[in-house]
């Protein structure tokens, strides 16, 4: 018989705290000494530090887990793993190894934990790392993830924000998860969006990095619990503006059906009031507008590439089998931060 977590309420990165709350409480905190081999760290809004080691390599340490937001066990753990997983290879790193980190109730049934873990160990493997042991605890609901380790080359870290004026933004997977699996909790979302969500949430962010170091990336960051936008916010770091084509933007099918019908989170509109003040719409509907603040769990990889690289990347990520798209520019700062822009009706 198959197993199932219940009461599965709402889980993946849409569980995260508003950047807002987070904002607050880390700027309260007492700074650290400074350390000239942590080369990104505590005074950056990337999702991984990472610390140099010798001059050719460099530790890029970071954890991430979260509550079910599908109700099958093993892709539940799969997921959770491709998220946290996905960090290292923002940083542009290679995976090396992994500890789960583990929440679960003693009443119950035990191989649904079981497997959870197989789905994680599957998704470690994948990756080329070694899942080493890790870490539990009894608790009311469930949580899983991992704490992973990798390595990169010092000079050929990707930070999230070091973009520059005259650089392509490419997405490399769709939008739209969030509002996917809130629906698919009511039984409004298509069996296949909801396989197109759950394909894209397990599919690691490895060969998108991969290809990456061919060519010249600026800044890089994976699309997660912030959203598109939020994310994209923190990679301009109140250094630059951009424009987005939103005719441009990848989004998984059925989603922009579901935010008319009002299926969407609460994260969605944490991300919402914490970044809508640093953004401009013009004729883009209020359904493309919640995709682009959708809490992603497992989201691609967003990248700033030198224009020069940018359309050879992308058909490499495309020849790749990846749904990348290029949906932007970076430009000079202007008043407005982000200009999100789509076709005007009739036209």
């Known amino acids: 018989m198959e197993e199932k977590i219940v009461f599965c309420k709402g889980g993946g990165c849409t569980a995260k705290l508003g950047a807002g709350v987070l904002a607050r409480i880390l700027e309260r905190l007492p700074k650290q000494m400074p350390d000239k081999n ?3 760290g505590y005074d950056s809004k990337d999702d991984a530090a990472v610390y140099r080691i010798s001059d050719d390599t460099a530790v890029v340490q970071t954890l991430d887990f979260f509550p079910p937001m599908v109700e099958d066990p093993f892709t539940f753990g799969q997921i959770a793993a491709a998220n946290a997983l996905s960090d290292i290879y923002a940083m542009g790193g290679d995976v090396k190894t992994a500890l789960n980190i583990v929440c679960f109730p003693e009443s119950m049934d035990l191989n649904i934990l079981g497997e959870i873990l197989r789905g994680g160990l599957s998704k470690v493997a994948e990756a080329g790392g070694i899942l080493a042991g890790g870490h539990s605890i009894a608790d009311d609901g469930v949580k899983y993830g991992l704490s992973v380790t990798g390595t990169v080359h010092p000079a050929r870290i990707y930070p999230n924000n070091q973009g520059r004026p005259g650089d392509k933004l490419i997405l490399t997977k769709k939008l739209g998860v969030g509002i996917i699996c809130a629906a698919d909790r009511v039984h409004e979302a298509s069996r296949e969006a909801m396989r197109e969500a759950v394909a894209s949430m397990t599919m690691l962010n490895k060969t998108a990095s991969e290809i990456c170091r061919g060519y010249e990336v600026h800044a890089c960051t994976d699309v997660t619990g912030f959203g598109f936008l939020g994310h994209l916010h923190e990679m301009l770091d109140g250094r630059c503006s951009c424009r987005i ?10 989603a922009l059906a579901c935010a008319d019908e ?18 401009s ?8 507008e919640e995709v682009l603040f959708d809490p992603q769990t497992s989201g691609g990889l967003l990248i700033a590439a030198a224009p020069g690289d940018a359309e050879c990347l992308l058909g490499e990520l495309r ?29």
Do not use: C, W
């Not at 719409?281 to 493309?288: D, P, Q, R, W």
């Open 281 to 288: 719409f013009e004729h883009v509907s209020f359904a493309m």
């Open 262 to 279: 009002f299926l969407l989170t609460a994260g969605g509109q944490k991300n919402r009031n914490h970044v809508g003040p640093f953004i």
């Open 319 to 347: 020849q790749a089998g990846l749904p990348a798209e290029l949906v932007g520019e970076i430009i000079p700062r202007e008043q407005t931060e982000i200009y999100v822009i789509g076709k005007e009706e009739g036209k």
């Open 38 to 40: 942590l080369l990104i």
């Open 245 to 254: 084509d939103a005719g441009r933007i990848p989004v998984l099918p059925g």
